[in-house]
């Protein structure tokens, strides 16, 4: 065991150099924010459960021919992932009017939207996550008419396989975030991969009959039962562990 030396700490997460060049480990905090970080707190758990999740939407994923930079978990709070270029882009899918969307455009929430919407914010914590436009993104140098490209068509892949997957599970995916990355190969190749995480942490998960919410909304406007939503989702997907949501030691081994 050796401690591994922190490269970042985020609202979520902490980031690790790797065991082995061109690998990070992800540890999973249970702190909680909301509303660009004016909101914080904790979740009992949420780490822990959060890392299942994430490590089993991946696997799924990379199984279905969509790749990521997941690697394998390492342990109940840790998982080893490849060391990707972040493009500050966080790309927002929206299948039901919920949240922002609804606010700015007068949208009753839960009004099926006519079909799939992407958008786009701009990944900057000071600035409050602006959102922005394809012309902003290519004009910044963010990413190239080409990876954007990619990307949203990686996005609607992820969004078809998993609506269908939580559907099967009694879940609506109501939207969700996610984050790309530049995977640079040895030979000089650049390839465009899933990054980051997927969990209730950035998805808005309904239950299909009730539309009780199981994601980090219970956090945001205060419902209560947080932990016990996360565990839920967790459940369904048929990986809470046995011993639910328990912690380990410290966040310096990596196996």
């Known amino acids: 065991m050796a401690r591994r030396r922190m490269i970042y700490e985020g609202k979520a997460k902490v980031i690790f150099e790797g065991p082995e060049p061109g690998t990070i480990v992800q540890y999973f905090k249970d702190d909680a924010t909301a509303f660009n970080n004016q909101k914080k707190g904790t979740i009992t758990g949420k780490g822990v459960l959060n890392n299942r999740i994430s490590e089993y939407l991946m696997n799924r994923l990379n199984q279905m021919g969509v790749p990521t930079h997941f690697i394998r978990r390492l342990n109940m709070r840790e998982q080893l992932v490849r060391e990707v270029e972040i493009i500050p882009i966080e790309v927002v899918i929206r299948n039901i009017a919920a949240g922002s969307i609804s606010k700015r455009f ?3 929430e839960g009004t099926a939207l006519p079909r799939s919407i992407v958008e786009y914010y701009f ?6 996550d602006p959102m922005v436009s394809e012309e902003h993104i290519t004009a910044f140098g963010w990413a190239t008419i080409q990876e954007l490209d990619e990307i949203v068509a990686l996005s609607l892949r992820v969004n ?19 984050e790309f990355g530049r995977l640079w190969h040895e030979n000089g ?12 942490d950035n998805c808005r998960l309904w239950d299909s009959k009730t539309n009780e919410k199981l ?3 219970r956090f945001r406007r205060d419902m209560g039962n947080v932990e016990g939503a996360y565990q839920e989702v967790a459940r369904r997907l048929g990986i809470l562990p046995e011993s639910g949501p328990a912690d380990v030691q410290g966040t310096d081994t990596v196996q």
């Open 106 to 108: 007068g949208i009753e």
């Open 123 to 128: 990944k900057n914590d000071q600035l409050n």
């Open 160 to 178: 078809d396989y998993l609506s269908g997957l939580f559907l099967g599970i009694g879940i609506k995916l109501v939207d969700f975030k996610l």
């Open 189 to 200: 190749d650049m390839q465009i991969v899933l990054a980051d995480e997927i969990s209730p």
């Open 215 to 217: 994601d980090k909304d």
